[in-house]
Structures are given as structure tokens and as C-alpha cells.
Nanobody, 123 residues
Framework: QVQLVESGGGLVQAGGSLRLSCVASGDMFRFNAMGWYRQAPGKQRELVASITSMVVTSTGRTTNYADSVKGRFTISRDNAKNTVYLQMNSLKPEDTAVYYC???????????WGQGTQVTVSS
């Protein structure tokens, strides 16, 4: 059973930055496209960013972002550490949510969701 452990959240003022980390157990991490998701109170969980498992272009892995975070968030991964990161800059109050990682949409498996990490952005 793969376990996902997210960390790095916290309280930050608008315009600030945070770096989230997600460590996955097991030895299949490097084969999975991964994503960061978030769920705000009263709202459905949404995909924030995703990254492919393998290098697909000469410039690196393929990443995709929700329109609301493009230009502000950067997803990356370190397969040697079984870790996926989310660098969040220029944070806005509307980014407040619990952030989770899991396999990207369309993957063969969706792992059990971890506890997530709370991000709170004050105005």
C-alpha cells in the first residue's frame, strides 16, 4: 500500500511563498505521473498541477497547471527521493486550501489520499 505524506504548508501573507513536499512510499513512484490537488472549504477537490513520470522533451518533463496558478506555481519531482514538490509564489487568499498529492488524472492507479497539508493565505 503506497503512502503519501504531504508537508510544508502553513500561514503566509498574500504575496508570500511556500514550498510543499510529498513523499511517496514504495518503488513505483518514478513510473507515475503525479499531481498536486487542493480542496477549499465547501468546494470540490481540484487539480492544481501535474508532472509526467519520464523525461519527455529535451527541456525536461511535461508539466501542466490550472489557469489560476499558471506563472505562480511550479511543480517538480525528484525520483531518487520519491518526492514531488510544489513551489508556490505570489500566493493569494484564494489559494487557501488543503493541498494533497496523488497520481495525475488518467493514471492507472489513484492511491489512498494522505492527510494533506493546510495552506492559509491572509490578506
Amino acid at each position: 500500500q503506497v503512502q503519501l505524506v504531504e508537508s510544508g504548508g502553513g500561514l503566509v501573507q498574500a504575496g508570500g511563498s511556500l514550498r510543499l513536499s510529498c513523499v511517496a512510499s514504495g518503488d513505483m513512484f518514478r513510473f507515475n505521473a503525479m499531481g498536486w490537488y487542493r480542496q477549499a472549504p465547501g468546494k470540490q477537490r481540484e487539480l492544481v498541477a501535474s508532472i509526467t513520470s519520464m523525461v519527455v522533451t529535451s527541456t525536461g518533463r511535461t508539466t501542466n497547471y490550472a489557469d489560476s496558478v499558471k506563472g505562480r506555481f511550479t511543480i517538480s519531482r525528484d525520483n531518487a527521493k520519491n518526492t514531488v514538490y510544489l513551489q508556490m509564489n505570489s500566493l493569494k487568499p484564494e489559494d487557501t486550501a488543503v493541498y494533497y498529492c496523488n497520481t495525475a488524472p488518467g493514471s492507472h492507479y489513484t492511491y489512498a489520499w494522505g492527510q494533506g497539508t493546510q495552506v492559509t493565505v491572509s490578506s
